[in-house]
């Protein structure tokens, strides 16, 4: 009985989050049309997007060192090569040659140009996505690969290994002697970017800017979870909580992980190229170590194995860094004008503050191990208590 | 002896040598299908490590273990080894076989840690459920994609059964460490149960219990036994228990098998009791 009861209310509980998430892209495709550049709230949708873009970052990073417990850090890597894959197949082929000014480009091929010669507008979507996906595929591949000998490593010296061939791919992208497919280490410009999507429908434009990068994180997001809530996931965290156990009852260790490394870097990979839209450039030197420690302090911050703390903390985190702190550089705070005090890099001291801060008083995170769905079903249990 | 039945566990000629020091020299054993067998032995004679090698977590130096007459592990002295051995029987095998644990779970052999190895971060339900992702037949994608509802619902059922049967239903969804240690023992051998095994190996199941959760437990394994049909393989210190249930024992003392045989013929022996007990040297 207990089972059927609660599938029946878990099935109600998805239902009720679908719902939500439904009335959140409704929020933000509104928000897309009715806030034009010009808005002093613009910067609402610029959060929107880069938020959108940390949050599938955050999350792949939560679904390996949060549920899986492999403690890697190779993670601006992976996205380092998902923004170059999307980047270079949609470059349209008019501007090739401007952008591989010092190259003669090797790879001439656009999928968004070259579905929309066959289909219409409706290929340019196509190629995009499609191109989104490639991204994906290729950071995934290139997992596989370096996977092989480092997953055998535990904690810190898989930390280590997976840094270094962070910092070794985005060697590789600068170097000149790639220069025909990466460019050297000039930047990617001219493809397919976000603040270019809008759907023309007669006289009517609909904007698409926002709309479209916070698709893309919601549906990864949505299948990371049901990934981690489905048997592979459960495996995962039995490998977190104590390995020799988990391969006694049975658990390949090896494949487990492999599948773990090479999901989290498919998303990776995804955010990569999310990031490249947004930006609407893809340099390898943007790609640092520094970017993977960013991420790994949203995901500290939200909460080490939840992955709403991921998202809430990437958003959070972007908020604050890109807009709301925004005046302590510049001179204004709050209405305090002082610009002897509020001037370039004091941002960061105060950022530094509030974030000991929440370390000191979410020891978990914000969320700890905790969902949002969970906080609505421990406020019901305690309605429950109470009426009993 | 059951001997009629099928042979489910044969070791041969076991030796597990550590740099000069050999854990366990030339140890055979044979276990037939219901049987209850024990291994025995004062501190330090090499029990443990003889059943981390039946169960995959360390190859042995020289020997082979046949699982369900299929031989599942081989070794003979390689590479530095070669010189260095000091056991017998060398040259006898000449193939290397080195499974994973999780290989040897597969084929059906299941174990239980002499320090409880809970997965700490979840219920009891979820530790049954998750040794049951063993039987899956969904690929990663099927199981995301939620098209292995039926097997994901056949899961979940089975393992609240296995909960009911082994009693502990009322604490099904607590944290599996905040139950008290008794429990915790049993939760551990109904998520051994769970993947399904043929063997069921118990290092110390009886450890840190008190003399009234012992007596339970020695009425619960043989319960899991008949209910179950699964062959046991037990490491025990508790001589009551082992006494009570095992029909027969291995006795093992300084990495060399010094006896075996029923519980009372072990009684008996001389050498075993010698062992327990030391002898004088003017004796």
Redesign the interface.
């Known amino acids: 009985m207990?089972?059927l009861n609660e599938?029946r209310s878990s099935r109600k509980s998805s239902w009720l989050s679908l719902l939500l998430v439904l009335v959140f892209l409704a929020i933000v495709f509104l928000l897309d049309q009715n806030i034009k550049p010009t808005n002093k709230m613009y910067m609402l949708l610029t959060v929107l997007q880069k938020g959108s873009v940390y949050a599938l970052a955050a999350v792949s990073m939560n679904l390996l060192n949060g549920y899986t417990g492999l403690f890697s850090l190779g993670h601006a890597g992976f996205m380092l090569i998902g923004a170059y894959t999307y980047a270079i197949f949609t470059i349209p082929s008019s501007a090739r040659d401007t952008v591989y000014q010092y190259f003669d480009a090797a790879i001439r091929f656009s999928f968004p140009e070259t579905f929309s010669n066959v289909m219409g507008p409706a290929g340019t979507a196509l190629g995009v996505l499609t191109a989104v996906i490639l991204a994906g595929l290729v950071a995934a591949f290139f997992a596989y690969l370096i996977g092989l000998p480092v997953l055998r490593l535990k904690s810190d010296y898989l930390a280590i290994a997976t840094l270094g061939f962070a910092e070794i791919i985005r060697a590789v992208f600068q170097w000149q002697k790639l220069g025909p497919i990466t460019n050297g280490s000039n930047l990617l410009k001219s493809f397919a970017r976000t603040s270019k999507f809008k759907l023309e429908v007669g006289d009517t434009k609909i904007v698409l800017s926002t709309f479209v990068p916070v698709l893309i994180a919601t549906v990864s997001i949505i299948?990371i979870v049901?990934?981690v809530n489905?048997?592979?996931g459960?495996?995962f965290?039995?490998i977190?909580?104590?390995e020799?156990?988990?391969?006694?009852?049975?658990?390949?260790?090896a494949k487990h992980k492999m599948?773990s490394f090479t999901?989290s870097s498919f998303f990776a990979g995804v955010s990569g190229a999310m990031m490249a839209m947004v930006l609407s450039i893809a340099q390898a030197s943007n790609f640092k170590s520094a970017m993977t420690y960013e991420i790994l302090l949203m995901v500290v911050l939200g909460g080490i194995?939840s992955i709403s703390g991921s998202v809430i903390g990437s958003f959070l985190f972007v908020a604050a860094s890109e807009w709301w702190l925004r005046g302590l550089d510049s001179g204004t705070f709050l209405g305090i004008n002082a610009p002897g005090i509020f001037r370039n890099g004091f941002r960061l001291v105060v950022f530094s503050v509030i974030i000991m801060i929440v370390v000191l008083f979410f020891r978990q995170g914000i969320m700890g191990?905790r969902e949002i769905s969970d906080l609505f079903r421990d406020r019901k249990k305690k309605a429950k208590g109470a009426a009993k | 002896m059951r001997k009629d039945k099928p042979c489910v566990l044969k070791v041969e000629d076991v030796t597990m040598q550590f740099g000069g020091v050999v854990a366990v020299n030339n140890f055979s054993m044979e276990e037939y299908e219901g049987e209850i067998v024990a291994i025995i032995g004062p501190n330090g004679a090499g029990k443990t490590t003889a059943f981390n090698v039946i169960?995959g977590v360390y190859a042995p130096t020289n020997g082979r273990v046949t699982f369900n007459g299929e031989r599942v592990i081989e070794n003979f002295p390689r590479g530095k080894m070669k010189k260095a051995y000091l056991g017998q029987n060398a040259g006898k095998y000449t193939e290397h076989l080195e499974p994973?644990?999780?290989?040897l779970?597969?084929l059906g052999m299941?174990?239980t840690?002499q320090n409880i190895?809970?997965?700490?971060?979840?219920t009891v339900f979820?530790n049954v459920?998750?040794?049951?992702?063993?039987k899956?037949t969904?690929n990663?994608f099927s199981?995301?994609?939620?098209l292995?509802r039926l097997?994901?619902?056949m899961?979940?059922?089975e393992a609240?059964a296995l909960i009911e049967t082994v009693g502990l239903a009322d604490v099904?969804d607590e944290l599996a460490t905040s139950l008290p240690y008794g429990k915790q023992r049993r939760l551990e051998i109904a998520?051994?149960l769970?993947?399904e095994p043929k063997l069921l190996l118990l290092d110390e199941p009886a450890a840190g219990m008190n003399p009234q959760e012992t007596v339970e437990l020695t009425r619960f394994i043989g319960e899991i036994r008949d209910q179950f049909h699964v062959s046991i393989l037990l490491i025990e210190h508790h001589m009551d228990l082992v006494m009570d249930i095992s029909e027969r024992i291995y006795v093992l003392d300084f990495g060399s098998m010094i006896a075996s045989g029923t519980p009372a013929e072990i009684q008996q022996n001389e050498k075993v009791i010698d062992a327990y007990l030391g002898v004088t040297d003017d004796a």
Not at chain 1, 244 to 253: F, P, Q, R
Not at chain 2, 143 to 146: L, N
Request: proline residues 1%; hydrophobic residues 35%; aromatic residues 6%.
């Open positions: 207990k089972t599938s299948i049901k990934l489905s048997t592979y459960r495996a965290k039995s977190r909580d104590d020799v156990a988990a391969e006694a009852m049975g658990i390949n260790l599948i999901v194995g191990e | 169960t994973t644990p999780d290989k779970t597969a299941a174990r840690f190895r809970l997965w700490k971060s979840m979820e459920l998750i040794a049951k992702h063993l899956r969904s990663v199981a995301t994609f939620g292995n097997e994901e619902q899961q979940r059922e609240d099904r998520r051994a769970a993947t």
